[in-house]
């Protein structure tokens, strides 16, 4: 099976949320992933925010909603919800480019993305560029290949996929999809950000180990 005959799109629509744990609304690991994400943010007051790979609208729903504005873009048209909010929108955009002037947003976030990027480093500086000077980027990586995320990927997103038969399918969109690893994607954020502020905590153990944690969330504060 061939990356032009599997149709990731419509992968993504019907069966990414059912199969992977992180993606699934009803699972543990989806509630604690976009809730650690928005732990240090209890106010978004007067911000305006934009959210990179954004899909339906997933995280909006742990997001603060005082924000001014927040605008959700992800690479594909997709069924997003508002929750309602007049002042989200949604934007086909690619990271790589963003159809933003300098110094756009007070925030931006990003979740499960950067591993999936042809060109991750351009997509980081396109990050700096729109954020401004004294505004936070919270970026969350899965540490991939991990021991502890090999492990929890084992006996959830792997297991629910051998059980409906999609086995097979999984594990290619996982070598097709996860195209940059962990520690690659740790250096060259160090690197981008270098004269910035960074923070790293990793989850679910406050220990400063990849392998003994399955999720990095990476805040930046940019200072010039």
């Not at 990927?153 to 038969?165: H, N």
């Not at 195209?179 to 950000?193: D, G």
């Not at 270098?194 to 999720?215: G, T």
């Amino acid at each position: 099976m061939s990356e032009e005959k599997f149709d990731l799109g419509k992968w993504y629509e019907s069966d990414y949320s059912q199969i992977n744990a992180s993606a699934n609304p009803r699972s543990f690991a989806y509630r604690y992933m976009h809730e650690s994400m928005e732990k240090d943010f209890k106010s978004n007051s007067g911000l305006e925010i934009l959210e990179i790979g954004a899909n339906i609208g997933e995280h909006l729903n742990f997001v603060s909603q005082d924000f001014l504005t927040y605008t959700m873009t992800d690479i594909r048209e997709t069924k997003f919800s508002n929750l309602g909010n007049p002042n989200v929108k949604f934007l086909v955009a690619d990271v790589e480019a963003l159809p933003f002037r300098d110094g756009s947003f007070d925030r931006i976030i990003s979740t499960c993305v950067f591993h999936h990027l042809k060109d991750p480093v351009k997509g980081l500086e396109e990050m700096k560029r729109v954020v401004r000077v004294g505004g936070s980027i919270t970026v969350l990586l899965p540490n991939d290949p991990g021991v502890m995320y090999r492990a929890l990927r084992g006996i959830t997103t792997l297991r629910a996929a051998k059980k409906q038969g999609l086995l097979n399918e999984v594990q290619l969109v996982h070598a097709l999809e996860h195209r940059n690893h962990y520690l690659s994607l740790m250096s060259l954020i160090k690197w981008v950000f270098e004269a910035d502020k960074l923070m790293l905590r990793f989850k679910p153990f406050r220990v400063k180990s990849y392998n003994l944690n399955a999720l990095t969330i990476v805040n930046i504060i940019r200072v010039k």
